[in-house]
């Protein structure tokens, strides 16, 4: 049965972090897949005011890559938000402890693509994070072999679900981690700036505004 709005187990709620260096047309695709695929009633998208494993070079300003992110959040349950901007938190051990806490009626899920997977390890307190919620992995073209011979997937198997139990997740004790295999989207936010370099002087003279409280409390 759907997890609808209003479950006793909170609403079921998506988080994707990412540099969104910018937002792509692959972001917008697999969070919808995600969302129909795990019943979301929403899915935030996490902008992150800096990837704590990727260099500043090339990181064009947080209120353009979070416009970007709105312009193709456009009409959908995706919610860009900056919560790391307003929570300070810069690490996703510490940002998903701290919405948690802030958000008592909604139950979370971590989404991110297999790159992410491959480099897990690296990330500070994995374990911690997926003592947290489950996590669920989205297969993207280039990066599904190694996600799966990689260190993080040989600790994690113990733990991985099958796809067909995904609309379930909400009942899973932690560690849980389910792969998911949509449509596979080779686009990427670096074949976006090779592209196009300029990209965010479309969305110049942008600020952060309230964009958090504006989109997040209910
Ligand atoms: N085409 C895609 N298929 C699957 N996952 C994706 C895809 N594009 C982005 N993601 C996932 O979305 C999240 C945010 O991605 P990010 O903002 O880093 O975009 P990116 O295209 O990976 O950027 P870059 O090319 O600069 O590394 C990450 O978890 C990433 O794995
Ligand atoms: O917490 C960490 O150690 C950590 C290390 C690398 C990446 N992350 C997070 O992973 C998410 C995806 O980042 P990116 O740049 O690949 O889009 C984003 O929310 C980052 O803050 C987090």
Do not use: C
Request: net charge positive; proline share 8%; aromatic share 12%.
């Amino acid at each position: 049965m759907r997890q609808g709005r209003g479950s006793p187990q909170g609403k079921p709620t998506g988080l994707l972090g990412g540099s969104f260096n910018p937002a792509h047309g692959g972001h917008r695709s697999i969070s919808l897949f995600a969302i129909d695929a795990l019943e979301l009633d929403e899915l935030w998208w996490l902008v992150s005011p800096g990837n704590p494993l990727k260099p500043n070079k090339d990181m064009a300003p947080l209120p353009a890559r979070l416009a970007s992110a709105r312009f193709s959040a456009r009409r959908s349950r995706i919610r860009p938000t900056a919560i790391e901007r307003e929570l300070g938190t810069r690490y996703t051990v510490d940002t998903l402890r701290r919405i948690k806490m802030r958000y008592p009626k909604r139950q979370f899920i971590w989404i991110m693509g297999a790159d992410n997977l491959a480099q897990f390890v690296k990330w500070r307190r994995w374990r911690d994070i997926a003592a947290m919620m489950p996590i669920a992995v989205i297969a993207r073209p280039g990066y599904d072999a190694d996600a799966m011979a990689g260190p993080a997937m040989a600790w994690f198997r113990r733990f991985v679900r099958r796809s067909d139990q995904r609309k379930n997740w909400t009942k899973w004790s932690t560690p849980a981690l389910v792969y998911l295999r949509f449509r596979p989207d080779p686009r990427s936010a670096t074949a976006v700036r090779s592209a196009d370099p300029h990209w965010f002087k479309r969305y110049e003279g942008r600020g952060i505004r309230d964009a958090v409280t504006r989109t997040l409390v209910y």
